[in-house]
């Protein structure tokens, strides 16, 4: 045998109660080391090289030699052991020659009736003064929607502002218009939207629910956290107004699970507290936590102490999500279920999201956007509705965005789920996009760490969780 090295920047190792997973991070695979295994990882681990008589001076004696040669093959063939030192099977690109578009997302309105301090959106104004988008850019971005989803059988339309429900005269032409053309190329077409639920009236619940929207009610807690923050454009709080129509909108609504979602800002840091309300009491399907960690006005950013403290809020969710799905049952904990089916699915990013790639977003003007959070922002647009998408343009940033030859990102272990965190995060907090998000990368590591965690103990107690509550959720999405 010819010497083999140990690609350590693709292994990582999670001890949980005297067990030993090996995570493939190329591949988000997790493997179990049995004896064999963790004796072969000690060696390669202690080694630069490891020839053959250095396998047998170490295992033979203790080990079958039968045993040690395929726990050898299967290394290699995972890709962990190699004869070439520089070796690595990192994940495959996204091809940048084609552009599987498959969500638009429409800017119908930048007007707001709310005025939330933390609001990170660079073109918002009251209702009245917002750009509206009209009808006959929106039915082109959905032309171009079909032309560049021709190979897939569903496409999503994204309801988006401001407040999408201060321009519902825009949304229900387009749902008719989007509808007929889907149903003229063979497609089938989603909706989705997602509202600060004042404007919500049992009217409205009855539409969205006649043609399956999923809704997404942007709320952040009890009254006085919600109220905090979430402010009438006159400065009064919204939470009574909020909860009365959320529960009035989930007690009607049939089509699809109502979510909702959370901001984090300074001070706001009891997760499980604004769970409980939100999952328990007001009774949102999921509830989902986003922290803000760089928005445009420094004082809403939580610090680090308090973002640590968020993370040790999100692990006692994390803690009652495990012994929830133990007993076949979903705590709606928004975060740790897309870890879990992040790991059950073995989803391996080479990006961090659709952003410029399955999904574009549309301004006013008809440019497209790399996403909603874009909207407004000094990016240049890439393409618009009338002319296509600059394939040139996006190709190169797509192509930048997975090189990760020049940052942190490369050896990074957890680059494979994360792929470098959020554009738009790192374009306020650093000026570019494709900067890695390094403020809360060891918080994300340790993330994810736990994710595997209760993964794994979820796989011991209750497998079939999994394929009863991942499954249809992703069916959902």
Same mark, same amino acid.
């Given at each position: ?19 030993? #997973?090996?995570?493939?991070? $190329? ?8 004896? *064999? ?7 390669? %681990? ?8 250095? #396998? ?12 040690? *040669? ?27 020659? !084609?552009? $599987? ?25 009251? $209702? ?37 429900? &201060? ?6 032409? +387009? ?9 003229? &190329?063979?497609? *089938? +077409? ?20 006649? /043609? ?5 009610? !942007? ?6 956290? /919600? ?24 007690? @009607? ?8 979602? *959370? ?39 939580? !610090? ?48 961090? %999201? ?56 490369? !050896? ?9 965190? %959020?554009?738009?995060?790192?374009? +306020? ?24 965690? #209760?993964?794994? @103990? #979820? ?19």
């Amino acid at each position: 045998m010819t010497a083999l090295y140990f690609n350590s920047g693709d292994v990582h190792q999670v001890r949980l109660d005297g067990r030993r #997973i090996l995570a493939h991070v $190329p591949t988000v695979g997790l493997y179990e080391l049995d004896d *064999v295994g963790a004796a072969v990882l000690d060696l390669f %681990c202690e080694r630069p090289s490891v020839e053959a008589k250095d #396998i047998r001076d170490r295992f033979d004696g203790r080990f079958s030699p039968d045993s040690v *040669v395929e726990t050898l093959r299967e290394f290699v063939n995972l890709g962990f052991l190699s004869d070439d030192a520089g070796a690595r099977k990192d994940q495959r690109s996204v091809a940048t020659e !084609s552009y $599987p578009l498959s969500t638009m997302v429409l800017n119908v309105n930048t007007g707001c009736n709310l005025s939330c301090s933390y609001c990170y959106k660079e073109d918002l104004a009251t $209702p009245a003064a917002g750009d509206r988008l009209s009808f006959e850019t929106a039915a082109q971005a959905f032309d171009l929607l079909l032309r560049e989803a021709r190979e897939r059988k569903r496409v999503n339309l994204v309801f988006f502002g401001g407040e999408p429900l &201060t321009n519902m005269p825009l949304i229900r032409q +387009v749902v008719d218009y989007a509808e007929e053309r889907a149903a003229d &190329t063979g497609k *089938v +077409v989603d909706f989705s939207l997602t509202t600060n639920a004042t404007l919500l009236t049992e009217e409205l619940v009855s539409y969205f629910d006649d /043609h399956r929207f999923g809704l997404t009610v !942007s709320m952040d807690g009890p009254k006085a956290l /919600h109220d905090r923050n979430r402010k009438t454009v006159g400065g009064r709080g919204t939470y009574d107004v909020v909860s009365r129509n959320a529960k009035m909108l989930l007690s @009607r609504y049939r089509a699809r699970p109502v979510g909702a979602r *959370v901001t984090l800002t300074a001070g706001v840091t009891d997760v499980v507290a604004i769970h409980r309300h939100l999952k328990d009491e007001i009774g949102f399907f999921e509830v989902g936590f986003a922290p803000v960690t760089s928005g445009a006005i420094s004082t809403f950013n939580l !610090s680090h102490l308090e973002l640590n403290d968020v993370f040790a809020g999100m692990k006692i969710l994390g803690e009652q999500y495990l012994e929830a799905a133990l007993n076949d049952e979903n705590t709606g904990f928004a975060n740790m279920h897309q870890l879990m089916t992040d790991l059950a699915e073995g989803s391996s990013k080479a990006l961090p %999201c659709g952003a410029g790639l399955g999904m574009l977003a549309v301004d006013k003007d008809g440019n497209l956007n790399l996403c909603h959070r874009f909207l407004g922002s000094a990016l240049p647009a890439f393409g618009n509705v009338e002319n296509g998408i600059d394939k040139a343009r996006i190709g190169d940033f797509l192509s930048r965005a997975q090189d990760r030859s020049d940052r942190g990102c490369d !050896s990074c272990r957890i680059r494979s789920l994360c792929a470098g965190g %959020c554009y738009h995060e790192s374009y +306020v907090r650093y000026g570019e996009p494709l900067h890695p998000t390094y403020h809360y990368c060891e918080l994300m590591r340790e993330w994810v760490d736990f994710g595997i965690e #209760i993964y794994v @103990r #979820i796989m011991d107690g209750n497998p079939g969780f999994f394929m009863r509550h991942i499954e249809p959720r992703r069916a959902l999405s």
